[in-house]
């Protein structure tokens, strides 16, 4: 990858800084235009960095999916399984619900198929990180057959996206996450 010249790596910095605002003012269809006017640059500036919207909003949401992702590998040494998958999703859902847009860009991911996704893409890199954790829970009985990651990521999203106005989304989120686990967990006795 070639070195960026500094005015460009600035142009970069500010661009992702402004969408950052922007994206959490007005959701994930904020206007390429109006962020490239408030960060002081040409459209075409902004696709030269962003050739599309969908990796703008992986720009965005990058250190976010990041901890995320390192939060699975934390978890995946843990003795109870179940415990363990909870959790990482609770945390999934707690970003999804409150961190406007993330739930639309991981939809997008989700929508734009396999031959699409790349090893940079939100949804990607969350189905690379939760899968060791499906799959331990599923081998401990933990988990209904057959449930998949991209199973709950589509539950958590779906989630996320039903609870987007509510007033406190991130307990109505929680709730229904409660509830849907509840239903796809083989009956603890």
Request: aromatic content about 2%; overall charge negative; proline content about 4%.
């Amino acid at each position: 990858m070639p070195v960026q010249r500094a005015d460009a790596r600035r142009n970069y910095a500010r661009l992702l800084a402004v969408a950052k605002e922007a994206i959490a003012a007005e959701g994930p269809d904020a206007s390429l235009e109006q962020i490239a006017r408030t960060a002081g640059v040409g459209s075409a500036t902004v696709r030269r960095h962003f050739p599309d919207r969908q990796s703008l909003l992986e720009a965005v949401f990058r250190e976010r999916v990041e901890a995320l992702c390192a939060h699975a590998g934390e978890l995946t040494g843990r003795a109870d399984t179940r415990a363990a998958l909870l959790e990482w999703l609770s945390a999934v859902l707690a970003d999804a619900a409150t961190i406007r847009g993330l739930a639309t860009a991981l939809t997008r991911d989700r929508a734009a198929g396999p031959e699409a996704a790349h090893e940079h893409c939100c949804s990607a890199q969350l189905t690379e990180a939760g899968e060791p954790l499906v799959r331990r829970a599923a081998d401990d009985g933990a988990l209904a057959p057959g449930v998949t990651i991209g199973d709950l990521l589509a539950l958590i999203t779906g989630i996320a996206l039903a609870m987007e106005h509510h007033p406190d989304s991130a307990a109505g989120a929680q709730r229904l996450l409660g509830l849907s686990m509840a239903g796809i967990s083989p009956h603890q006795g």
